[in-house]
């Protein structure tokens, strides 16, 4: 019925627990000194899109909302700088889940890629029409990366609802 | 696995409508940008917000902080030799100046009050490590230890060893924020010490320092040391701020294209000093001459009321 439909894979639910969690260890991983290096993608941003792809009922506009609050004051930045971008990001990705859903990872991961870039396309235009600076082209190359990031990404926050190898063989289904 | 219905079955409890919490979100997201990009008043929230941020990013700047430690650790017994033998020798070359230093300040102190000159502010401050640089790409500043629990107030300026590294500019309960020279919004009023001409500096945004505002004729020379005029309020008179590297003089343009390097370790990770903010300035007085136009209008209402009176 769904040749192409990959990523329907059955899967136990999630547990809410482990989405709070990826979403903290993404925040932190943010403030590490490597978020300065030319390349490193916006993890908050990535990990916002995976689960409101996945789970939108559970990660919405109000996280992002939060999220980006958080990450605006850590950087220093404007604030409403990161939440206007991540929440643009959490509506579009969430209005999308079902198509992008359908296809198989690769694709998948290059219908993410137009959303992350358009939020750091957003935090550009919000920061330029404040007065500052163009910072150069390598802002761009973190989406890019955060794409190819896709595919173990995927794997690592679905591991824990994957079905355990080992199956009882009494289960009535 | 469950996307967003554009129309949910009433049945269903699922909230308000995605596009009512986008257009609500946004709205709130544009509110707070444009407050805190014109009218800055929302600091309180921010200084909240980073007593919950603080701590995470503190303990997120660790691994890197063991690292350098470790480094530094490693970097042996003949690197601290060489460079305590190069300090040493530093403290001797610059011992004489350094010695009547304190003796000069006391006949200049009491020179000046022959003159009936004001006395030259003494600088005081306290020393801060500084933990990280902001993540912002748009702007330079960095985070240091020291806030409002140690008394630093927004607006002290900071210095290293060697010059000025910038200015507080935003104060939170256990970090400050610095904004380096080198931002494209901050800038510095300085004098050349060669001739004393004064003027801005400005920060650039690639780390260097453009003055700005000079003639194109003006009296500047490369390898020009620019030091702190002294007039904002902010930064005492006489701290190095920069070195003029390159000129440009275009006669198509009035003003020279002077791009300097700052004498400070800016980029540097390490330590500075918040000096203790100034006391203030004198007012300015009055200006001369009113507006030309109220004038005028004035006069024609007192002519009213003078013709009214006859």
Same mark, same amino acid.
């Given at each position: 019925? %769904?040749?192409?439909? $990959?990523? $329907?894979? &059955?899967?136990?639910?999630?547990?809410?627990?482990?989405?709070?969690?990826?979403?903290?260890?993404?925040?932190?991983?943010?403030?590490?000194?490597?978020?300065?290096?030319?390349?490193?993608?916006?993890?908050?941003?990535?990990?916002?899109?995976?689960? $409101?792809?996945?789970? $939108?009922?559970?990660?919405?506009?109000?996280?992002?909302? &939060?999220?980006?609050?958080?990450?605006?004051?850590?950087?220093?930045?404007?604030?409403?700088?990161?939440?206007?971008?991540?929440? &643009?990001?959490?509506?579009?990705?969430?209005?999308?889940?079902?198509?992008?859903?359908?296809?198989?990872?690769?694709?998948?991961?290059? %219908?993410?890629?137009?959303?992350?870039?358009?939020? %750091?396309?957003?935090?550009?235009?919000?920061?330029?029409?404040?007065?500052?600076?163009?910072?150069?082209?390598?802002?761009?190359?973190?989406?890019?990366?955060?794409?190819?990031?896709?595919?173990?990404?995927?794997?690592?926050?679905?591991?824990? %609802?994957?079905?355990?190898?080992?199956?009882?063989?009494?289960?009535? &289904? | 696995?469950?996307?967003?219905?554009?129309?949910?079955?009433?049945?269903?409890?699922?909230?308000?409508?995605?596009?009512?919490?986008?257009?609500?979100?946004?709205?709130?997201?544009?509110?707070?940008?444009? @407050?805190?990009?014109?009218?800055?008043?929302?600091?309180?929230?921010?200084?909240?917000?980073?007593?919950?941020?603080?701590?995470?990013?503190?303990?997120?700047?660790?691994?890197?902080?063991?690292?350098?430690?470790?480094?530094?650790?490693?970097?042996?017994?003949?690197?601290?030799?060489?460079?305590?033998?190069?300090?040493?020798?530093?403290?001797?070359?610059?011992?004489?100046?350094?010695?009547?230093?304190?003796?000069?300040?006391?006949?200049?102190?009491?020179?000046?009050?022959?003159?009936?000159?004001?006395?030259?502010?003494?600088?005081?401050?306290?020393?801060?490590?500084?933990?990280?640089?902001?993540?912002?790409?748009?702007?330079?500043?960095?985070?240091?230890?020291?806030?409002?629990?140690?008394?630093?107030?927004?607006?002290?300026?900071?210095?290293?060893?060697?010059?000025?590294?910038?200015? @507080?500019?935003?104060?939170?309960?256990?970090?400050?924020?610095?904004?380096?020279?080198?931002?494209?919004?901050?800038?510095?009023? @300085?004098?050349?010490?060669?001739?004393?001409?004064?003027?801005? @500096?400005?920060?650039?945004?690639?780390?260097?320092?453009?003055?700005?505002?000079?003639?194109?004729?003006?009296?500047?020379?490369?390898?020009?040391?620019?030091?702190?005029?002294?007039?904002?309020?902010?930064?005492?008179?006489?701290?190095?701020?920069?070195?003029?590297?390159?000129?440009?003089?275009?006669?198509?343009?009035?003003?020279?294209?002077?791009?300097?390097?700052?004498?400070?370790?800016?980029?540097?990770?390490?330590?500075?000093?918040?000096?203790?903010?100034?006391?203030?300035?004198?007012?300015?007085?009055?200006?001369?001459?009113?507006?030309?136009?109220?004038?005028?209008?004035?006069?024609?209402?007192?002519?009213?009321?003078?013709?009214?009176?006859?």
């Amino acid at each position: 019925m %769904q040749p192409h439909f $990959s990523s $329907s894979r &059955i899967l136990l639910p999630v547990r809410p627990w482990f989405i709070y969690f990826s979403l903290f260890a993404a925040l932190a991983l943010n403030f590490l000194p490597t978020a300065h290096w030319p390349g490193v993608p916006d993890w908050v941003a990535l990990v916002l899109c995976f689960w $409101s792809i996945r789970e $939108s009922r559970r990660v919405g506009m109000g996280w992002a909302f &939060i999220l980006g609050l958080l990450m605006d004051v850590a950087d220093g930045s404007l604030l409403g700088q990161h939440c206007f971008a991540y929440v &643009i990001l959490t509506y579009l990705a969430a209005s999308l889940s079902r198509r992008i859903l359908w296809f198989p990872l690769a694709q998948q991961a290059l %219908q993410v890629l137009p959303l992350l870039l358009l939020a %750091q396309i957003i935090q550009v235009a919000m920061r330029l029409a404040a007065g500052a600076d163009f910072p150069g082209w390598s802002y761009f190359v973190g989406p890019f990366v955060a794409t190819l990031l896709w595919f173990p990404l995927t794997f690592v926050l679905l591991l824990p %609802q994957y079905r355990p190898v080992e199956q009882d063989p009494n289960r009535p &289904i | 696995m469950a996307g967003i219905d554009h129309a949910p079955p009433p049945f269903f409890k699922r909230g308000p409508a995605p596009l009512a919490l986008l257009t609500f979100y946004v709205l709130i997201s544009l509110a707070i940008f444009v @407050v805190d990009h014109r009218f800055r008043s929302l600091d309180l929230l921010r200084q909240s917000v980073a007593l919950v941020v603080d701590p995470v990013q503190r303990v997120a700047q660790t691994p890197g902080g063991l690292v350098d430690h470790a480094r530094g650790y490693l970097e042996g017994m003949q690197q601290l030799q060489r460079e305590n033998d190069e300090l040493r020798h530093a403290k001797l070359t610059t011992a004489p100046g350094l010695q009547r230093l304190e003796q000069l300040e006391a006949e200049n102190e009491r020179l000046r009050r022959l003159l009936v000159v004001k006395e030259r502010e003494q600088a005081k401050g306290q020393v801060a490590q500084i933990l990280y640089t902001a993540r912002d790409p748009f702007s330079r500043k960095v985070i240091v230890d020291k806030g409002q629990q140690s008394g630093i107030t927004a607006g002290q300026p900071a210095i290293d060893e060697a010059g000025v590294v910038g200015q @507080v500019t935003r104060v939170f309960p256990f970090s400050a924020e610095i904004t380096l020279i080198t931002d494209k919004n901050q800038a510095v009023p @300085v004098q050349i010490v060669r001739n004393g001409q004064r003027s801005v @500096v400005f920060g650039v945004g690639d780390g260097q320092l453009e003055l700005r505002y000079m003639p194109a004729n003006a009296d500047v020379k490369v390898g020009d040391m620019l030091v702190t005029s002294g007039l904002d309020g902010v930064f005492l008179q006489g701290f190095p701020v920069a070195r003029v590297v390159s000129i440009e003089r275009d006669s198509a343009y009035s003003f020279a294209r002077i791009l300097c390097a700052p004498v400070a370790g800016v980029e540097n990770f390490g330590e500075v000093m918040i000096l203790d903010a100034r006391t203030p300035l004198p007012e300015q007085p009055p200006e001369a001459q009113t507006r030309p136009g109220e004038g005028g209008k004035g006069q024609r209402v007192r002519k009213q009321r003078a013709a009214k009176a006859n």
